[in-house]
Protein backbone atom coordinates (compact mmCIF):
# COMPACT_ATOMS: atom_id res chain seq x y z
CA UNK A 1 0.00 0.00 0.00
CA UNK A 2 1.64 3.48 -1.28
CA UNK A 3 1.59 6.24 1.74
CA UNK A 4 1.89 9.58 2.22
CA UNK A 5 3.20 11.26 5.73
CA UNK A 6 2.96 14.81 5.96
CA UNK A 7 5.27 16.86 8.35
CA UNK A 8 4.33 18.93 10.78
CA UNK A 9 0.97 17.54 11.54
CA UNK A 10 0.28 20.89 13.41
CA UNK A 11 1.58 24.63 12.19
CA UNK A 12 0.84 27.91 14.37
CA UNK A 13 2.92 31.03 13.36
CA UNK A 14 2.26 34.36 12.88
CA UNK A 15 0.94 36.56 9.99
CA UNK A 16 3.81 37.28 7.70
CA UNK A 17 5.86 34.44 8.10
CA UNK A 18 6.65 32.05 5.58
CA UNK A 19 6.47 28.07 5.96
CA UNK A 20 6.72 25.05 4.16
CA UNK A 21 4.70 21.91 4.60
CA UNK A 22 6.03 18.53 3.14
CA UNK A 23 5.02 15.57 1.59
CA UNK A 24 6.59 12.27 2.12
CA UNK A 25 6.73 8.15 0.18
CA UNK A 26 9.22 5.50 -0.51
CA UNK A 27 6.63 4.65 -3.81
CA UNK A 28 6.44 6.59 -7.22
CA UNK A 29 3.47 8.96 -8.05
CA UNK A 30 2.32 9.40 -11.40
CA UNK A 31 1.37 12.41 -10.32
CA UNK A 32 0.68 14.35 -6.93
CA UNK A 33 -2.08 17.26 -5.73
CA UNK A 34 -2.32 19.79 -3.26
CA UNK A 35 -5.91 20.55 -1.34
CA UNK A 36 -7.45 22.93 1.20
CA UNK A 37 -9.73 21.82 3.77
CA UNK A 38 -11.85 24.35 6.36
CA UNK A 39 -13.81 23.69 9.00
CA UNK A 40 -17.15 21.90 7.80
CA UNK A 41 -16.33 21.57 3.89
CA UNK A 42 -14.36 19.12 1.94
CA UNK A 43 -11.42 19.64 0.54
CA UNK A 44 -10.76 22.01 -2.21
CA UNK A 45 -8.10 21.55 -5.13
CA UNK A 46 -5.05 24.00 -5.46
CA UNK A 47 -3.00 22.77 -7.72
CA UNK A 48 -1.75 18.77 -9.75
CA UNK A 49 2.04 18.50 -10.24
CA UNK A 50 2.85 15.91 -12.34
CA UNK A 51 6.50 16.03 -13.73
CA UNK A 52 9.53 14.98 -11.70
CA UNK A 53 10.77 18.40 -10.76
CA UNK A 54 7.75 20.63 -11.73
CA UNK A 55 7.66 23.57 -9.92
CA UNK A 56 4.30 25.30 -9.33
CA UNK A 57 3.30 28.68 -8.04
CA UNK A 58 -0.28 30.49 -6.97
CA UNK A 59 0.32 33.41 -5.85
CA UNK A 60 2.01 33.31 -2.56
CA UNK A 61 2.14 29.61 -2.73
CA UNK A 62 4.88 27.44 -4.30
CA UNK A 63 4.32 24.12 -4.98
CA UNK A 64 7.47 21.56 -6.33
CA UNK A 65 7.32 18.00 -7.16
CA UNK A 66 10.87 16.04 -6.07
CA UNK A 67 12.72 14.89 -9.24
CA UNK A 68 11.89 11.38 -8.29
CA UNK A 69 8.20 11.86 -8.17
CA UNK A 70 7.78 10.31 -4.16
CA UNK A 71 7.81 13.64 -2.56
CA UNK A 72 6.02 16.89 -2.71
CA UNK A 73 6.66 20.45 -0.51
CA UNK A 74 3.94 23.71 -0.34
CA UNK A 75 5.55 26.47 0.48
CA UNK A 76 3.85 29.71 1.49
CA UNK A 77 5.19 33.22 1.68
CA UNK A 78 4.47 35.72 3.89
CA UNK A 79 1.00 33.89 5.56
CA UNK A 80 -2.24 35.67 6.44
CA UNK A 81 -4.83 34.86 8.68
CA UNK A 82 -6.95 33.34 5.43
CA UNK A 83 -4.58 30.85 5.00
CA UNK A 84 -5.74 29.07 7.72
CA UNK A 85 -6.98 25.42 7.48
CA UNK A 86 -5.90 21.33 6.61
CA UNK A 87 -3.82 21.21 3.75
CA UNK A 88 -4.01 17.96 1.98
CA UNK A 89 -0.98 16.16 0.06
CA UNK A 90 -2.88 13.58 -2.23
CA UNK A 91 -1.26 10.75 -4.69
CA UNK A 92 -2.79 8.67 -7.43
CA UNK A 93 -1.99 4.79 -6.60
CA UNK A 94 -0.05 3.03 -9.47
CA UNK A 95 -2.43 0.10 -8.68
CA UNK A 96 -5.64 0.88 -9.52
CA UNK A 97 -5.43 4.51 -9.86
CA UNK A 98 -7.75 5.60 -6.24
CA UNK A 99 -6.68 8.99 -4.68
CA UNK A 100 -4.68 8.58 -1.51
CA UNK A 101 -4.42 11.68 1.09
CA UNK A 102 -1.64 12.30 3.67
CA UNK A 103 -2.71 12.88 7.22
CA UNK A 104 -2.99 16.96 6.38
CA UNK A 105 -1.18 19.69 8.06
CA UNK A 106 -2.99 21.77 10.11
CA UNK A 107 -2.18 25.32 9.77
CA UNK A 108 -2.96 28.33 12.12
CA UNK A 109 -2.02 31.70 10.91
CA UNK A 110 -2.66 34.54 13.69
CA UNK A 111 -3.08 38.18 13.26
CA UNK B 1 -19.47 25.47 -4.10
CA UNK B 2 -18.02 22.47 -5.81
CA UNK B 3 -21.75 21.49 -7.14
CA UNK B 4 -21.63 18.22 -5.27
CA UNK B 5 -24.45 17.91 -3.66
CA UNK B 6 -24.40 15.29 -0.27
CA UNK B 7 -27.44 14.52 2.00
CA UNK B 8 -27.97 14.23 5.23
CA UNK B 9 -25.34 17.02 6.44
CA UNK B 10 -25.58 15.40 9.43
CA UNK B 11 -27.18 12.52 10.94
CA UNK B 12 -27.29 10.40 14.09
CA UNK B 13 -27.84 7.46 14.97
CA UNK B 14 -27.45 4.15 17.15
CA UNK B 15 -25.71 1.27 17.07
CA UNK B 16 -26.69 -1.95 14.86
CA UNK B 17 -28.61 0.93 12.96
CA UNK B 18 -28.66 0.77 9.29
CA UNK B 19 -28.09 4.26 7.24
CA UNK B 20 -27.70 5.70 4.22
CA UNK B 21 -26.29 8.59 2.42
CA UNK B 22 -26.50 10.45 -0.64
CA UNK B 23 -24.40 11.89 -3.26
CA UNK B 24 -25.37 14.16 -6.26
CA UNK B 25 -21.94 14.75 -8.87
CA UNK B 26 -21.64 17.84 -10.51
CA UNK B 27 -23.62 18.19 -13.33
CA UNK B 28 -21.34 16.06 -16.45
CA UNK B 29 -18.88 14.33 -14.03
CA UNK B 30 -19.55 10.46 -14.25
CA UNK B 31 -16.45 9.31 -11.45
CA UNK B 32 -18.06 9.59 -7.91
CA UNK B 33 -15.89 8.84 -4.72
CA UNK B 34 -16.43 8.43 -1.11
CA UNK B 35 -14.21 8.67 1.56
CA UNK B 36 -14.36 8.62 5.03
CA UNK B 37 -12.71 11.37 7.58
CA UNK B 38 -11.33 11.04 10.88
CA UNK B 39 -9.36 12.37 13.36
CA UNK B 40 -7.11 9.40 13.82
CA UNK B 41 -6.98 7.90 10.32
CA UNK B 42 -7.96 11.24 8.35
CA UNK B 43 -9.08 11.36 4.55
CA UNK B 44 -9.77 7.61 3.86
CA UNK B 45 -10.49 6.51 0.52
CA UNK B 46 -13.55 3.59 0.12
CA UNK B 47 -14.58 3.24 -2.94
CA UNK B 48 -14.89 4.70 -6.71
CA UNK B 49 -17.81 4.64 -9.69
CA UNK B 50 -17.60 5.49 -13.07
CA UNK B 51 -20.60 5.94 -14.92
CA UNK B 52 -22.23 3.10 -12.58
CA UNK B 53 -19.62 0.37 -12.61
CA UNK B 54 -17.33 0.09 -9.22
CA UNK B 55 -13.69 0.97 -10.68
CA UNK B 56 -11.30 1.17 -7.43
CA UNK B 57 -11.47 -0.02 -4.17
CA UNK B 58 -10.07 0.87 -0.96
CA UNK B 59 -10.26 -0.34 2.58
CA UNK B 60 -13.90 -0.15 3.03
CA UNK B 61 -15.40 -3.02 5.60
CA UNK B 62 -17.96 -5.35 4.16
CA UNK B 63 -20.65 -3.76 6.32
CA UNK B 64 -20.54 -0.49 3.79
CA UNK B 65 -21.99 -0.81 0.22
CA UNK B 66 -22.46 1.70 -2.47
CA UNK B 67 -23.80 2.02 -5.89
CA UNK B 68 -23.97 4.61 -8.73
CA UNK B 69 -27.57 4.70 -10.55
CA UNK B 70 -28.37 5.35 -13.98
CA UNK B 71 -28.72 9.36 -13.17
CA UNK B 72 -24.56 9.14 -12.22
CA UNK B 73 -26.12 9.89 -8.31
CA UNK B 74 -24.70 7.64 -5.70
CA UNK B 75 -25.70 5.86 -2.16
CA UNK B 76 -23.32 4.43 0.39
CA UNK B 77 -25.09 1.90 2.69
CA UNK B 78 -23.77 1.87 6.45
CA UNK B 79 -25.25 -1.12 8.48
CA UNK B 80 -24.64 -2.41 11.61
CA UNK B 81 -22.85 0.64 12.51
CA UNK B 82 -20.68 1.23 15.42
CA UNK B 83 -19.37 3.56 17.55
CA UNK B 84 -15.95 3.43 15.25
CA UNK B 85 -18.53 4.49 12.42
CA UNK B 86 -18.59 8.35 13.48
CA UNK B 87 -16.91 10.17 11.52
CA UNK B 88 -17.05 12.50 8.44
CA UNK B 89 -18.40 11.09 4.89
CA UNK B 90 -17.34 12.62 1.52
CA UNK B 91 -18.52 12.56 -1.57
CA UNK B 92 -16.29 13.71 -4.75
CA UNK B 93 -16.96 14.16 -8.14
CA UNK B 94 -14.58 14.00 -11.23
CA UNK B 95 -14.84 13.67 -14.86
CA UNK B 96 -12.81 10.63 -14.93
CA UNK B 97 -10.32 11.60 -17.06
CA UNK B 98 -6.55 12.68 -17.23
CA UNK B 99 -5.11 13.78 -13.79
CA UNK B 100 -8.47 13.87 -12.41
CA UNK B 101 -9.67 16.96 -10.74
CA UNK B 102 -11.93 15.81 -7.86
CA UNK B 103 -14.89 18.11 -6.11
CA UNK B 104 -15.81 17.12 -2.63
CA UNK B 105 -19.32 17.95 -1.16
CA UNK B 106 -19.48 19.60 2.28
CA UNK B 107 -19.81 15.90 3.81
CA UNK B 108 -22.23 14.30 5.92
CA UNK B 109 -21.57 13.84 9.69
CA UNK B 110 -22.35 10.81 10.85
CA UNK B 111 -22.45 10.15 14.61
CA UNK B 112 -23.12 6.54 16.35
CA UNK B 113 -24.45 6.46 19.95
Known amino acids: TQLLEQSPQFLSIQEGENLTVYCNSS?????LQWYRQEPGEGPVLLVTVVTGGEVKKLKRLTFQFGDARKDSSLHITAAQPGDTGLYLCAGRDNQGGKLIFGQGTELSVKP | DSGVTQTPKHLITATGQRVTLRCSPRSGDLSVYWYQQSLDQGLQFLIQYYNGEERAKGNILERFSAQQFPDLHSELNLSSLELGDSALYFC????????????FGSGTQLSVL
Open chain 2, 92 to 103: ASSDGTGFEKLF
Open chain 1, 27 to 31: SVFSS
